[in-house]
């Protein structure tokens, strides 16, 4: 499974949990940096030089409430069989629900991991692992507006891409972000500092199945 030291489990006998789709009520902060040389090596074919980085509180899903932080270092540019826009593909995940771990896993080869999560996810937060710690202090930017749209995953698996999306809709406003990020490898990626974002302040999610495809085709 394709992930950075930060996320990467030797643990196998996670809980089950069930197929998609998942719906789910979300509260999360997302951000943006231009993507380090680092980051870029770790995707270096067909892709835009932007590192996505999110915390997400999951209010409700089909496994219960959960936080959540993953990172994109480069995102896939959007090509035959992947959809319009752009989409993350994610060596760095981490949750507080075992269960949502079997899922990433089993269901959309996320590399998910347990962390210990603390704080607020639209204001200060934090989620640590063994090896590493990201903090971070958000603050809105004016008022909230209407947001709807979708997330898309392009997961490396082997020589081929396994594909998945979500659909989410709700309340957002414009954020700043302070980021403070420590470990192996975010150190070097996923960059410390203030950076522009967007908060989804309040907003229902839900993730599809996911579809293998050939590597060549995207």
Same mark, same amino acid.
């Given at each position: 499974?394709?992930?950075?030291?930060?996320?990467?489990? &030797?643990?196998?006998?996670?809980?089950?949990?069930?197929?998609?789709?998942?719906?789910?009520?979300?509260?999360?902060?997302?951000?943006?940096?231009?993507?380090?040389?680092?980051?870029?090596?770790?995707?270096?074919?067909?892709?835009?030089?932007? +590192?996505?980085?999110?915390?997400? &509180?999951?209010?409700?899903?089909?496994?219960?409430?959960?936080?959540?932080?993953?990172?994109?270092?480069?995102?896939?540019?959007?090509?035959?069989?992947?959809?319009?826009?752009?989409?993350?593909?994610?060596?760095?995940?981490?949750? &507080?629900?075992? +269960?949502?771990?079997?899922?990433?896993?089993?269901?959309?080869?996320?590399?998910?991991?347990?962390?210990?999560?603390?704080?607020?996810?639209?204001?200060?937060?934090?989620?640590?692992?063994?090896?590493?710690?990201?903090?971070?202090?958000?603050?809105?930017?004016?008022?909230?507006?209407?947001?709807?749209?979708?997330?898309?995953?392009?997961?490396?698996?082997?020589?081929?891409?396994?594909?998945?999306?979500?659909?989410?809709?709700?309340?957002?406003?414009?954020?700043?972000? +302070?980021?403070?990020?420590?470990?192996?490898?975010?150190?070097?990626?996923?960059?410390?500092?203030?950076?522009?974002?967007?908060?989804?302040?309040?907003?229902?999610?839900?993730?599809?199945?996911?579809?293998?495809?050939?590597?060549?085709?995207?």
């Amino acid at each position: 499974m394709w992930s950075v030291k930060e996320s990467t489990s &030797d643990r196998t006998d996670w809980p089950e949990s069930p197929p998609p789709p998942w719906p789910a009520e979300v509260r999360a902060t997302i951000w943006w940096h231009r993507a380090t040389p680092v980051g870029r090596e770790l995707l270096p074919e067909k892709d835009l030089p932007v +590192t996505v980085a999110m915390v997400v &509180d999951y209010l409700s899903s089909p496994v219960g409430p959960y936080r959540e932080i993953l990172a994109s270092p480069v995102l896939r540019r959007p090509v035959r069989n992947s959809g319009a826009l752009p989409r993350i593909a994610v060596p760095f995940i981490a949750v &507080d629900s075992e +269960t949502s771990v079997h899922g990433g896993r089993t269901h959309w080869s996320l590399p998910k991991v347990l962390a210990k999560f603390g704080g607020d996810v639209l204001t200060s937060a934090s989620a640590a692992g063994e090896e590493w710690e990201v903090r971070t202090d958000a603050s809105g930017i004016g008022p909230r507006f209407p947001i709807r749209g979708g997330l898309g995953f392009a997961q490396p698996v082997d020589d081929e891409v396994l594909l998945a999306g979500a659909r989410l809709s709700g309340k957002a406003r414009l954020c700043r972000v +302070t980021v403070g990020a420590e470990g192996p490898t975010l150190s070097r990626w996923l960059s410390s500092g203030t950076h522009f974002g967007l908060q989804i302040v309040a907003g229902t999610m839900t993730t599809g199945p996911s579809k293998l495809v050939s590597g060549a085709e995207v």
